[in-house]
């Protein structure tokens, strides 16, 4: 797939998860006296970074999304790539799920916060020689409960189950590119499986999961990493999934859990 029609996907991708309702107040004028009484934070905010010679710009939209959404044969990134061509695609998904239907209320939606969009150039100070290299897309928070039936993914991910066992792409002889969690290094077991992976929570008693974006980019990069998390392996070519803080794998091995329509919804 060539990198336009690669950067078309990803953009229909990211209109799809900006078309999430937001609850919005209405708005009334304030007098002087009234407005100095008054802080807060813009709804949008960019910020510019400088990091091992590369440059980020990013757009962070202050704001919390409830998401249920199930989005079903997923195929980005296909080229043919001689160390690990797994599924053929770096993301290889045939079903992916925001929110379950068979347990209480809550867990239909998943709370998404700050969705934000970032660019990285090479040579940013050069007109001449100024490039884009890539984006990402990510959430500075996200918490609910996530269906997923992958084949193979690229990125950085650790899913660990209720019995405290990890599956991690740090274990993977090639980095996580590709990776289908069967394979975990000379003389390991993995616990289980991506395939196995079918229900994840996100988040825990100690808030959301922090660390989630795509990328999308010509070569590896190193972005900057979220607010107390420690640095992120560097993203690599092609697509690129980050997603390591606080997600519990719940039993491993079973059904992917239903996202059904609420009755009379």
């Not at 061509?85 to 993301?91: T, V």
């Not at 939606?109 to 050069?126: D, F, M």
């Not at 690129?240 to 803080?245: S, T």
């Amino acid at each position: 797939m060539g990198p336009l029609k690669m950067l078309r996907q990803f953009f229909a991708a990211v209109l799809v998860l900006s078309s999430a309702s937001v609850a919005w107040a209405q708005g009334a004028p304030l007098p002087d006296y009234e407005l100095s009484r008054v802080w807060g934070q813009a709804m949008v905010e960019v910020t510019n970074t400088s990091i091992n010679g590369y440059d980020f710009s990013r757009v962070t939209l202050n704001a919390d999304i409830k998401l249920n959404a199930n989005f079903s044969n997923i195929r980005l990134g296909e080229y043919s790539i001689a160390a690990n061509n797994g599924a053929g695609a770096d993301f290889a998904i045939n079903r992916l799920q925001f929110g379950r239907s068979d347990l209480d209320d809550a867990a239909r939606t998943v709370a998404l916060s700050n969705p934000y969009l970032e660019l990285v150039y090479r040579n940013a100070g050069n007109a001449s020689t100024r490039e884009v290299i890539g984006m990402r897309l990510g959430f500075e928070g996200i918490s609910g409960h996530i269906g997923l039936a992958a084949q193979s993914i690229s990125g950085s991910l650790a899913f660990t189950d209720t019995l405290g066992r990890t599956l991690d792409t740090n274990q993977d002889p090639q980095g996580g590119k590709r990776w289908d969690g069967t394979n975990c290094g000379a003389g390991n077991t993995c616990p289980f499986n991506l395939a196995n992976v079918s229900a994840i929570q996100a988040g825990d008693n100690n808030g959301p999961s922090r660390d989630f974006f795509i990328s999308i980019l010509k070569q590896s990069v190193q972005y900057p990493s979220a607010a107390g998390q420690p640095p992120s392996s560097a993203a690599m070519q092609g697509l690129w999934l980050n997603w390591r803080d606080r997600l519990m794998a719940l039993n491993p091995g079973a059904a992917l859990p239903p996202n059904l329509p609420k009755p009379g919804g």
